[in-house]
Structure formats: C-alpha cells, structure tokens
C-alpha cells in the first residue's frame, strides 16, 4: 500500500543551516534576515512592496485595521473559504455580507458581488480559491464605480496570476499565508503586499506596536515614539530564514504542482461520479494548491465513507472547506442566514474531497489516487 499524505512540508539542509546561522547569532526579531525575506517575496512576484507578518491571518487583521473597519462598516466576504478570512472582519466590528462561489471556479460570484454592495459597503474581499485567480478585471471595475478597498486573500495562490500579475498585486493588498502544508512554509507566518507603498509601511508599523522606529532605526537603542496603535504581529528571523530557502524552491514547487494536476484531472476525467473546478488557463494561471473532486448528488451522502476506504489504501485528502462560513455556528447564530442562501459553495463544502497535487508526490501517485478514488466510489455502494 502507498503512502499518499494530502501535505508534507518538504524542506533541507539549507533551511535547517539557514535556522542555524540565526540561532547562532543574536537577533531573533527586527533584523535583516525578514527584510530579505520580503524582497525575495517582491521579486518573485515581480512588483510591489511586502511586509512579513506572523500569519495569513494576522497579515487580513492587519489590513482591515489599517482602512479602519468599524461597527456599521460592510465587507463582501465569499461564504466558500476559511473562516479566517471572515474573522478578520468580525475582529475589527465590521459586518460580513456574504456571496455565494461561482459553479464553475468556486470563486466569489462577481455578478453577486454588484449585488451585494450597499452604502455601508467599504471593502470587498476575494479569495483566489484553490489557487485559481478570481476574475479581478470585473471584482476591480466594482471597486472603482463604488470606491471601494479590494483585499485578496492569496493563502493558497503563490505562483497564481491573472493577466501575468501576482495575485495580491491585483486589488488593494494581499495576504498569503506560509503554514506547513500550503506551497512554501515558514512553519507559521505570513505576507502582506501590495502596489501601494504607503499601506505597506503602515501596516510595517502597525504590526510592531506602532513604534515609529525600528530597532535598526533607533540612535539609542530603547528609544523611539509610539505614533499609532499595533499589534505584535512580526514575522521571526527564524520563520524568515526557513521562508529565504523556500523561496528558491517556489519554480521547481509550482512546476511539479502543474505536472500532477493535469495528470490527477486526466485520471479523474473518466470517473462519471466526479466533477472537477476549472483548471484555469489563458488569463488564469493555476496554483495547483490541490484538486478538488465534487462527487454527483447521488453519491455525496457516501462521502466520508469514501474518504474512509482512500484512507484505508494510503490516499491522504483534506476537505476545502468543511461548511461555507456562514453555516458554521458563530456566523450561523450571529447572522441567521438561510440554509439554503449559498447552494454553489454548499455543493463544494459538502460534496468534494480534495486531492493532493504537491510537489512531494509523483505521476503515479495521481493514477494510483484516482484508481483508489474509483474503488471507493465502487466499494461503498455495496
């Protein structure tokens, strides 16, 4: 039996000697290895300006505090994605309008997006689900008739690019996120970018405290100026000397991503239970963070028996997400939004099983999840 884990953080001798030569220095926090760090990141996305923050999470907060969300204050959030980028807006008092995922991508619904906005609307939050870019010429040209601030959520979108622009340089900022599983770790940790220099060095203060100078900054070390309010929400010097490694490592990353993908979909393709998400292509350019596999209504109710026997023959999966956000029981209390007020991110939450494609894994590896995944299907219908 094969040994299919969904993520598995691969890293070397040359992160584990990057952490060595911090550890044998002196300077953990506020030094140079994380401002590297960060324009390693602007390079490889070509253009804009970054700050290294200590998570996806942290790095939405950070945005969302910096524009001033308040009570009363809207933001359209997709109800397909990760409840942090959700809890962004709730921990700042805004309200979360919620938009139903397109059929096609599992992307925000653009057209719902138009919809959705009221005088109260101040920003509108997109998440390149997957890895697949959002149609950003539409979500932008919403923006701009109603000034509106654009914040993309990039967790699963290093390498993704709409028109040959880094997703995250697109709207107004953009927040990736480097947990162990997704394509490149920095154990925990994140990335704020965006076009706009002034943000970035706002948010560079805000997530240090508010301090007006750095410690490289400072002409009398313990000396300087609080001029706003912060968090403590800084990347290590640790976190950046493992994320300096896995930076070289992203082309090779996303190369075999791609390979295992096309692979995994031409498999999947012959099983009629399954339907697939668009895999992009022409002005959308995959990340291949996984592949998500929507079983057909009548086999969904067997799903967790599915995922069970794949278990059972080695095939690791995930579930993206678990429910749309606003099923899950804070929002659910919170908002009281009818069951079936999302029926496209609901079929993905409870219909789909996500499939690995990372780079850790081989091209046999994505016929043998396939074949696996036609057993399941075949084997829990007895």
Do not use: W
């Not at 100078?213 to 976190?239: C, F, Q, S």
Request: hydrophobic share 40%; net charge negative.
């Amino acid at each position: 039996m094969r040994e299919i884990p969904f993520g598995k953080p691969i890293v070397g001798d040359e992160e584990r000697e990057a952490v060595m030569q911090v550890l044998r220095g002196t300077q953990y926090v506020h030094g140079p290895v994380a401002k590297a760090f960060e324009a390693d990141f602007v390079t490889f996305a070509r253009g804009g300006y970054a700050t290294s923050v200590a998570s996806c999470t942290a790095a939405l907060h950070l945005c969302y505090f910096d524009l001033g969300i308040a009570e009363g204050d809207e933001v359209i959030v997709p109800a397909q994605t990760h409840v942090a980028t959700a809890h962004a807006v709730e921990l700042m008092g805004g309200t979360c309008v919620f938009v139903d995922a397109d059929r096609e991508t599992g992307n925000i619904d653009s057209q719902a997006v138009a919809a959705a906005i009221t005088p109260r609307t101040r920003a509108i939050s997109i998440v390149h689900y997957l890895g697949l870019p959002v149609d950003m010429g539409a979500i932008n040209a919403i923006a701009r008739k109603h000034d509106l601030f654009v914040v993309e959520d990039c967790a699963l979108a290093i390498g993704s690019r709409y028109r040959g622009v880094q997703c995250g340089l697109l709207g107004d900022v953009g927040c990736f996120s480097f947990y162990p599983v997704k394509h490149i770790t920095t154990a925990e940790g994140g990335m704020v970018i965006s076009k706009h220099e002034e943000v970035i060095r706002r948010i560079e203060r805000k997530k240090a405290f508010g301090v007006d100078r750095t410690v490289g900054e400072r002409a009398i070390p313990g000396v300087y100026d609080v001029t706003m309010l912060g968090y403590n929400y800084r990347m290590n010097e640790i976190e950046a000397a493992i994320g300096r490694e896995q930076m070289k490592r992203v082309p090779g990353f996303l190369a075999k991503r791609a390979k295992n993908a096309a692979i995994l979909r031409e498999c999947l393709s012959g099983i009629a239970e399954v339907e697939l998400l668009s895999a992009g292509g022409g002005d959308y350019e995959h990340s291949n963070y996984c592949v998500a596999a929507i079983l057909s209504e009548s086999v969904a109710p067997r799903r967790y028996d599915i995922i069970a026997r794949l278990k059972a023959m080695g095939v690791g999966t995930s579930v993206y997400y678990p429910a749309p956000v606003p099923h899950m029981k804070y929002y659910k209390d919170k908002y009281d939004l009818p069951a079936g007020a999302f029926p496209n991110a609901s079929r993905i939450s409870y219909r789909s099983i996500a499939l690995s494609v990372g780079p850790h894994l081989e091209s046999d590896d994505m016929s043998y999840t396939a074949d696996s995944l036609k057993i399941a299907i075949k084997e829990t219908a007895q």
